[in-house]
Antibody
Framework: QVTLKESGPVRVKPTETLTLTCTVSGFSLTDTRMGVTWIRQSPGKALEWLAHIFPDDETSYNTSLKSRLTISKDTSKSQVVLIMTNVNPVDTATYFC??????????????WGQGILVTVSS | NFMLTQPRSVSESPGKTATISCTRSSGSIGTNYVQWYQQRPGSAPTTVIYEDYHRPSGVPDRFSGSIDRSSNSASLTISGLKTEDEADYYCQSYETSIKAWVFGGGTRLTVL
């Protein structure tokens, strides 16, 4: 059974650094087909793609947020970590992680985590 | 970079057919696969169509996807509408040159 679960702080202060963890089970991050993406959704708004880590550890980022984001993975812990620096209130959102299981051949996201609501407020 | 444009809302009656469009702003719609995700209130998105027209197991065959190169758009069609189909629907594709996922703005489907 494939699952992804997001964890991290539910509240952070402006200018702080946000660290979110996606813990996966039911598949291995060492599988040459498996990548993980982070997506967020501000309250009442659309989905916004943030970052992706490919099976070969290549990374890609939303160009408008690239300077503030870092994505990495720890295969021994089955975790993918997203770091966002210098947060501000507009970063208040539900953050989702999702799996891509087709390597570079398809961008379909077949399993999603439940999401974690992060509020940025002083 | 391209954008995907969806209507903000679509309304239709139970038992009828609803179609949601997703228009690519530049480049060919056929260049990269299109996916469709359903998101019910308070829940994570789930895939209803992947790679233009494929349905994941468990998704009813009332859901179908297509692309139209002449209008440079993709469509999600839901036939025999049920009240449980009421949700937000997002199309998604991929910008190869920068390896970026692109989402449409979402469509609120109301079944009443």
């Amino acid at each position: 059974q494939v699952t992804l679960k997001e964890s991290g702080p539910v509240r952070v202060k402006p200018t702080e650094t946000l660290t979110l963890t996606c813990t996966v089970s039911g598949f291995s991050l060492t599988d040459t087909r498996m990548g993980v993406t982070w997506i967020r959704q501000s309250p009442g708004k659309a989905l916004e793609w943030l970052a992706h880590i490919f099976p070969d550890d290549e990374t890609s980022y939303n160009t408008s947020l690239k300077s503030r984001l870092t994505i990495s993975k720890d295969t021994s812990k089955s975790q993918v970590v997203l770091i966002m620096t210098n947060v501000n209130p507009v970063d208040t959102a539900t953050y989702f992680c999702a799996r891509s299981s087709a390597g570079y051949s398809s961008s379909s996201l077949d399993y999603w985590g439940q999401g974690i609501l992060v509020t940025v407020s002083s | 970079n391209f954008m995907l444009t969806q209507p903000r809302s679509v309304s239709e009656s139970p038992g009828k057919t609803a179609t949601i469009s997703c228009t690519r702003s530049s480049g060919s719609i056929g260049t990269n696969y299109v996916q469709w995700y359903q998101q019910r209130p308070g829940s994570a998105p789930t895939t209803v169509i992947y790679e233009d027209y494929h349905r994941p197991s468990g998704v009813p065959d009332r859901f179908s996807g297509s692309i139209d190169r002449s209008s440079n758009s993709a469509s999600l069609t839901i036939s025999g509408l049920k009240t449980e189909d009421e949700a937000d629907y997002y199309c998604q594709s991929y910008e190869t040159s920068i390896k970026a996922w692109v989402f449409g703005g979402g469509t609120r489907l109301t079944v009443l």
